[in-house]
């Protein structure tokens, strides 16, 4: 059977546009370079340097990103300027744009000679390819009406191009059928509720007590670092995957402060970011309940050295995330002090993962282990080795920074896209990675207790931490005198 014209239109327009991103060789590897384009050609509009747009008026921009019958745009500029418009416009806004351009070239066409209207069909194949680029990198920007109107408007328009056969009505019912799945799935997904742990505040029971035989630990659940590192992997993959791009952009537009990252727009924006910066935290407090809460010096120096055991592994991966959180609960207050635990623990495999994650120099040596994560990351020829999960709260202050010290239009109005053209980079490069399938079976018991096993609050962890080894200078016996007092008047 001959394949349907439009659909060959469709098939010829993707192959004749570059499939993967070019940012690297635009912009390099890395964000310290100026983003500020020259000005020297102030009315030009928009601005080329080195053969890259850098900076334009909105109208300029959203031009560029329309189709005509001789021209298709980048997709890495597609990718782009859709993932930054939305700091300067609404995506129903943008898109009534985009429809207005489209309508006005396909009346230029349908008025034109008769060679310019035989290509009706291919500009409608190039339209259609840019809707379903944009509904399926950015299914979230149609989950209101007035973007599904413009969306459906555009669409009744382009199918008027194809009314013999109806090929074009039968792809774009398609696109739109997977865009509502798209959307239903993420729907669904806000709708079940982080279970949030609730931390062991009342510990008075802890005092003076031994520890049931019969009460489990992490090690009871999975004594293998390796396979404990797999899991957690698993979980970050996991917890990743429902992170999209315009969620990252979210943040970059309306965070307040590094320390808080609400967002002052949709909260179901970020709600995705804040279930995974809470998974972050959730770690780093179950490290440190599970060492501080083992009575026996013996058994919580074994309990720390696992940990350590597991957060290399993690590095070996290419989880840089559960490492970090790993370390931060070792790093707490509560395990820290543990003078006595830590004088028996073997600390040079401590010592080389504190070195990887010491944050001089802007965490020059965590960036350079990313930094080969991701080049082996590119030549692998395995899932194992195209794992790549990088700390994400430094992930979001880069991004955050970048965002903050370049400005987001120049001194003529024009908009700063270079600067979106990095950001945009950075974006596409963790897309990328969380793209990969995680390699590792999901093993229920220890997922169960990863993420239900009861954590301790910072007051519970100081609690088990004094019980275990009592306070050694006038500091610590006042907070622990402070910690009893508080517990007897509860009682």
């Known amino acids: 059977m001959a394949e349907p014209l439009c659909n060959a239109a469709v098939k010829k327009c993707k192959e004749t546009m570059p499939q993967t991103p070019i940012f690297s060789s635009m912009l390099g590897s890395s964000c310290s370079g100026q983003v500020q384009p020259d000005m020297g050609e102030r009315c030009v509009d928009p601005v080329y340097q080195d053969g890259n747009l850098v900076s334009g008026s909105l109208e300029a921009l959203i031009e560029h990103l329309v189709p005509t019958m001789d021209y298709y745009p980048d997709r890495t500029y597609i990718f782009t300027f859709l993932l930054s418009s939305r700091v300067f416009i609404h995506p129903h806004e943008l898109l009534a744009k985009v429809g207005q351009l489209c309508i006005k070239q396909k009346q230029q066409l349908e008025t034109g000679t008769e060679a310019e209207k035989a290509k009706l069909k291919s500009f409608a194949a190039k339209i259609i390819q840019l809707l379903k680029e944009w509904t399926e990198t950015f299914p979230y920007d149609f989950q209101d009406e007035k973007s599904m109107k413009e969306l459906k408007e555009i669409a009744h328009r382009i199918t ?59 090690l009871s659940v999975c004594c293998d670092p390796l396979i404990l590192a797999q899991q957690l992997t698993y979980v970050e993959l996991e917890r990743v995957s429902n992170i999209y791009p315009e969620d990252l952009m979210q943040i970059v537009s309306h965070m307040d402060s590094l320390d808080n990252h609400k967002c002052r727009g949709d909260v179901t924006k970020t709600y995705n970011l804040e279930a995974y910066d809470n998974w972050f935290n959730c770690l780093s407090m179950l490290v440190a309940t599970e060492i501080c809460r083992v009575v026996k010096k013996k058994q919580r120096t074994r309990m720390v050295e696992f940990f350590i055991d597991v957060a290399r592994e993690c590095f070996n991966i290419g989880n840089f995330n559960s490492m970090m959180a790993i370390i931060s609960g070792m790093n707490l207050s509560p395990v820290a002090r543990l003078k006595k635990t830590w004088s028996k623990v073997k600390t040079a495999k401590f010592d080389v993962l504190e070195h990887h994650m010491d944050p001089s120099s802007n965490f020059c040596n965590y960036r350079t282990a990313l930094q080969g994560a991701a080049q082996r990351s590119q030549t692998a020829n395995s899932n194992r080795e195209k794992i790549v999960i990088p700390v994400f709260n430094l992930f979001i202050k880069d991004i955050y920074f970048l965002h903050k010290i370049h400005t987001n239009r120049l001194p003529n109005g024009q908009i700063n896209f270079k600067k979106f053209w990095e950001i945009s980079r950075q974006i596409h490069d963790f897309l990328t990675w969380k793209q990969v399938e995680c390699p590792f079976e999901k093993d229920k018991k220890i997922q169960s207790y990863l993420l239900t096993a009861p954590i301790y609050s910072e007051e519970a962890l100081f609690i088990a931490s004094f019980e275990s080894e009592g306070p050694e200078n006038h500091m610590e016996k006042d907070s622990w005198k402070t910690l009893r007092t508080t517990l007897l008047n509860r009682a």
Do not use: H, W
């Open 160 to 218: 008027q191009c194809d009314e013999e056969n109806g090929t074009v009505k039968k792809i774009i019912s398609q696109m739109t059928q997977n865009l509502l799945m798209a959307l239903s799935a993420r729907s669904q997904y806000q709708e079940i509720k982080e279970k949030f742990r609730q931390p062991a505040t009342d510990k008075g029971t802890i005092l003076k007590t031994k520890p049931q035989s019969t009460q489990k630990d992490i």
